[in-house]
């Protein structure tokens, strides 16, 4: 029996059965595939991108905002839009979007216009990441806990391949194949239009070739996507939203309001390590560039590596099980990245430690909420706002106090990590008692009233068993009221029962049948 009353969340087969599940997941890990490199292409690429618009870094550093507030106007918007909108149109249609802005950005020589494509980009990539989690929910219902952890264990992935994508890969590849080319072709016989085309592409930089890439990539997912969406169309009632399957929960509200905060806290301290550990290792630990960037390393490379392994986890953990290691596992790496980071050991296993039990918790906590409540576009779109706050608000708070901090006195990376650990595991159980605050306790069945509904009860599988139906009822009142010779004897006004003879005459006269079946148990267990 599942908490949320006793519901049974089932995987949402739809006309196209269970092949259509698998390519509905593979599709979905491969759009998040493409959402993770399409964050994270932007700052192996941040000097090409300031050159094209003729800026300095710090001229264009908002860019990033522009996104990250996209990114929060898109979680709202695909959440409204997912509750009433066909979930793999809207999907392919964001994908759509986020390919197009990849597409235009190595072009883009203003910055009004690049702006406005990282805004839309953003927007399109907050849609995506709501409606994925949502459709991959819909999808496998009580199920979705490994498959949950392998779409975003494909963002984890494409976040870490990028960055070896657009420097060393392209630019190594692009090398060899000038080579081979000018070998090749160093007789100039060859003008056809092959030659112009290996012309056209080494006249292309690494930086171009990145971007083109990736769009071409989240390009053929959108077009999977609206694919399905054009050969199911005439098969669809509507898009079915998820919540039919699991009921709300009695602080439904509130426990929404508290997981978002909860995300906010666990993002916005992801990101900010993510983002400030390679200074901040230079500054308290004295590291050179090249140990900088392996501990950074490090700690995307097991955010990563756990990610993979969670889904193997998932199905044998339950998402609260996992959401506990991971609290436990960050608050004890910040309580020793804090006191200790200025020992080196203590910094590169802290580090590890801290990235490794950070990974299944966003994964987690989605599979885990789903477990007692209803999680429709809206729910959804308040927890993804949430961590898409957390992503923008903490890092640049973070940013801020280690500039106010001249003399590099406090670790304010180390402080925000454990004030995120502590507020994580407060908020957990708190969260909890709330779950499991579900509904009343329903009256207790008499013997009849179990036999009658029984047989219904599992017939329909999904029928809430506190509801009584009165007519059900009408037939123990009928079978109740017999004669000796097994006639039904009839209820005159003010008689007994001819079964029950001292049952006051007004459990067959007056109230509903429910009142004359309880008085019934009543006088029969005396």
């Known amino acids: 029996m599942t908490p949320a009353a006793g519901k049974k969340l089932r995987p949402q087969t739809g006309p196209r059965g269970s092949s259509g599940r698998w390519v509905d997941t593979a599709l979905l890990c491969g759009a998040f595939l493409g959402l993770g490199m399409g964050i994270a292409v932007l700052g192996p690429t941040f000097k090409e991108v300031a050159v094209n618009v003729n800026r300095n870094l710090s001229d264009i550093s ?12 898109g979680s709202l918007v ?17 994908t759509l979007m986020t390919a197009l802005g990849l597409y235009s950005i190595p072009w883009c020589t203003k910055t009004p216009l690049l702006m406005a494509l990282m805004s839309l980009i ?40 990028t960055p070896i994508l657009a420097k060393p890969l392209l630019g190594g590849l692009q090398k060899a194949l000038a080579g081979v080319w000018a070998g090749a072709g160093g007789n100039r016989s060859e003008t056809g239009a092959w030659s112009r085309v290996q012309a056209a592409a080494l006249s292309l930089s690494p930086f171009v070739w990145t971007y083109l890439i990736i769009a071409s990539f989240v390009l053929l997912v959108s077009l999977s ?10 098969d669809r009632g509507g898009p079915g939203p998820s919540s039919q399957e699991s009921p709300f ?19 916005g301290a992801e990101v900010a390590y993510g983002s400030y550990i390679f200074t901040f290792a230079k500054d308290f630990a004295d590291m050179d560039d090249n140990q900088a960037a392996g501990l950074n390393s490090l700690f995307w490379g097991t955010f990563a590596a756990v990610r993979g392994l969670a889904i193997f986890f998932a199905a044998c953990l339950l998402p609260g099980t996992m959401i506990l290691l991971s609290v436990v596992g960050c608050t004890v790496a910040s309580l020793a990245l804090t006191f200790y980071h200025t020992d080196l050991t203590v910094l590169w296993l802290g580090t590890g430690l801290y990235g490794a039990s950070m990974a ?35 890092p640049a708070t973070v940013g801020f106090l280690q500039g106010a901090e001249s003399d590099g006195g406090q670790p304010v990376l180390m402080l925000t990590a454990l004030a995120a650990s502590a507020a994580t595991a407060v908020l957990f159980p708190v969260m909890y008692k709330l779950a499991t605050a579900t509904s009343r306790p329903a009256a207790p069945r008499g013997e009849d009233q179990t036999a009658l509904l029984g047989s219904r009860a599992d017939e329909d599988g999904e029928e809430d068993d506190g509801e009584w139906n009165d007519a059900d009822f009408e037939v123990i009142e009928m079978s109740d009221v017999r004669d000796e010779a097994g006639k039904p004897a009839a209820k005159a006004k003010g008689q007994p029962s001819p079964e029950h003879p001292l049952l006051p005459p007004i459990a067959y006269l007056g109230g509903s049948p429910k009142k004359k079946l309880l008085l019934l148990e009543r006088e029969k267990n005396d």
């Open 225 to 234: 996507f609206l694919v399905i969406y054009l050969r199911s169309r005439p």
């Open 78 to 94: 695909g959440g409204l839009l997912f509750d009433h909108t066909d979930h793999h149109l809207l999907i392919g249609i964001s």
């Open 122 to 161: 953003g927007l399109s990539m907050g849609i995506l990441d709501t409606g994925g989690n949502l459709l991959i929910l819909m999808t496998w219902g009580e199920r979705v806990g490994p498959y949950m952890q392998a779409l975003h264990f494909s963002f984890a992935l494409g976040a870490f391949l």
């Open 360 to 394: 299944t918790t966003f994964p987690s906590g989605v599979t885990w909420v789903k477990q007692y409540t209803a999680t429709t576009g809206r729910g959804a779109a308040l927890f993804v706002f949430g961590a898409a706050l957390g992503e923008m608000v903490v």
């Open 62 to 73: 908002y860019i990033f905002a522009g996104r990250s507030l996209g990114y929060l106007g």
């Open 249 to 267: 929960a009695r602080h439904h509200s509130v426990l929404m309001c508290l997981l978002s905060l909860f995300f906010f806290c666990y993002v």
